[in-house]
């Protein structure tokens, strides 16, 4: 069993920043992809980014494509989101994930979830 839990949500304004963790437990995932999804009020989860479990490749949603940087620490079994530049429409509660065989996944193909954390982007 693994468990993903994430941090490090919050409100901020309009053009700051936040760093989202998720600290990983149980099972080994450091041959796993890793990465985030976000669900808005009334919206679909969307894709947010993924990153190999060598951080060789990494994938990014269009709409966060430039100001989003995903890492991770195999080490410390933790994977990091880095938020520049964020905005109004970034608000969402953003999910960890994990896949053990795909890089991108889709939402239906995501082996692990965390619980999330809020993000809220004032304007």
């Known amino acids: 069993q693994v468990q993903l839990v994430e941090s490090g949500g919050g409100l901020v304004q309009a053009g700051g920043s936040l760093r989202l963790s998720c600290a990983t437990s149980?099972?080994?995932?450091?041959?796993?992809?890793m990465g985030w999804f976000r669900q808005a009020p009334g919206k679909e989860r969307e894709f947010v980014a993924f990153i190999s479990w060598s951080a060789g490749i990494t994938y990014y949603g269009d709409s966060v494509k430039g100001r989003f940087t995903i890492s991770r620490d195999n080490a410390k079994n933790t994977v990091f989101l880095q938020m520049n530049s964020l905005k109004p429409e970034d608000t969402a509660v953003y999910y960890c994930?994990?896949?053990?065989?795909?890089?991108?996944?889709?939402?239906?193909?995501?082996?692990?979830w965390g619980q999330g954390t809020q993000v809220t982007v004032s304007s």
């Open positions: 994930a994990a896949n053990r065989l795909n890089i991108r996944p889709t939402e239906a193909q995501v082996d692990y």
């Open positions: 149980g099972r080994t995932v450091s041959r796993y992809a």
